[in-house]
C-alpha cells in the first residue's frame, strides 16, 4: 500500500447464490482500487456492474469471498463513513436524535453540539427538531450524509448520493461535499454513479488545500469487469 494512500481494495470478488437466485450470480470479480488522502473519486457503471456489492465488502457489510480492504493503519470501522444507496432512519425520531444517536455509537467528540452543528451545516437549521418522517428526500439525503460524518471519518464513501434529487439540490450537494473536501481533516468521498458521470469528481473541484490532484473513476464496463 502506498504511503498516501488512505484506503485499498485488493482483488475483491463476490458471488452471490441464494434461494431468491436462480444460481450464483458472480457480482465482482478480483475488482482492485486505491484513493489516496483528499481525493474525490467515482465508481462509474451500468446497473448490476457490483458498484454498491464493492462498497458493501468495502464496509463490511457483505462478506467477501477473496481480497482484502486496508486502510493504512486506521481501523475502518472508525475511519470510513458510509451513505447508502437508500438510507434509512428512525423516522418517528426528529434529525437531531438521528444524528445524536450515530454520534454517541461511533464516540464523536461532543455528540450534542455536534449534532446541532452539522444539522446547521447540512441545510437543515430550523428542522432539526423536526420527525425525520416530515422530511423530504433532499432533505433525509442531506441527513444521512451528516449522519455519515459526525465522527470525522477519513473517507466517506456514498452510494448513488445524487438519485432522486432535483437539479438545484444536486448542485446544492455538490457544494457540500466540496465543503467536506476544504475541511481540516482529510476527506475522501469515493460515490458511485450508474446514471450520470461523476460531475463532482472533476479536475475542478479536486484540487485541496492549494494542491491538485487528479480525479479519477473507475469504470465497470460490465459486471465483474473492473478498470482504472
Ligand atoms: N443480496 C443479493 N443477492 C443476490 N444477488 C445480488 C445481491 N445483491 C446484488 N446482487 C447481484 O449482484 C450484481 C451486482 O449488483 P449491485 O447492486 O452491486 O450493482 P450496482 O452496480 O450497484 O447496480 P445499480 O446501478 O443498479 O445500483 C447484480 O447482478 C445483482 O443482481
Ligand atoms: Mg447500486
Redesign the pocket.
Given at each position: 500500500m502506498s504511503g498516501t494512500d488512505v484506503l485499498r481494495g485488493t482483488d475483491l470478488s463476490k458471488t452471490?447464490g441464494?434461494r431468491?437466485?436462480r444460481g450464483n450470480?458472480r457480482?465482482l470479480d478480483r475488482a482492485s482500487f486505491s484513493i489516496q488522502e483528499g481525493e474525490i473519486c467515482g465508481l462509474v457503471?451500468?446497473?448490476?456492474?457490483?458498484?454498491?456489492?464493492?462498497i458493501k465488502l468495502v464496509m463490511g457489510i457483505e462478506p467477501r469471498d477473496e481480497g482484502a480492504v486496508e486502510m493504512n493503519g486506521s481501523d475502518p470501522r472508525v475511519a470510513l463513513g458510509y451513505v447508502p444507496?437508500r438510507p434509512t432512519f428512525f423516522e418517528d425520531l426528529s434529525a437531531y436524535y438521528n444524528i445524536l444517536y450515530f454520534a454517541r455509537l461511533t464516540g464523536a467528540a461532543d455528540p450534542e453540539g455536534t449534532s446541532r452543528r452539522l444539522i446547521d451545516e447540512f441545510g437543515l437549521k430550523g428542522r432539526g427538531d423536526d420527525r425525520v418522517s416530515s422530511f423530504s428526500k433532499g432533505m433525509k439525503q442531506r441527513l444521512a450524509i451528516a449522519r455519515a460524518v459526525v465522527h470525522r471519518p477519513k473517507v466517506l464513501i456514498m452510494d448513488?448520493p445524487f438519485s432522486g434529487l432535483d437539479p438545484g439540490m444536486m448542485i446544492e450537494l455538490r457544494g457540500l461535499l466540496k465543503g467536506l473536501r476544504a475541511r481540516a481533516w482529510p476527506c475522501s468521498c469515493p460515490r458511485?454513479s450508474?446514471t450520470r458521470s461523476t460531475s463532482c469528481a472533476t479536475p475542478s473541484c479536486s484540487s485541496r488545500a492549494g494542491r491538485s490532484s487528479a480525479a479519477r473513476t473507475w469504470t465497470?464496463p460490465g459486471?465483474g469487469r473492473w478498470c482504472s
Open positions: 452471490y441464494n431468491f437466485t450470480i457480482a457503471g451500468p446497473n448490476g456492474a457490483g458498484k454498491s456489492t464493492l444507496e448513488e458511485t450508474s465497470a459486471p
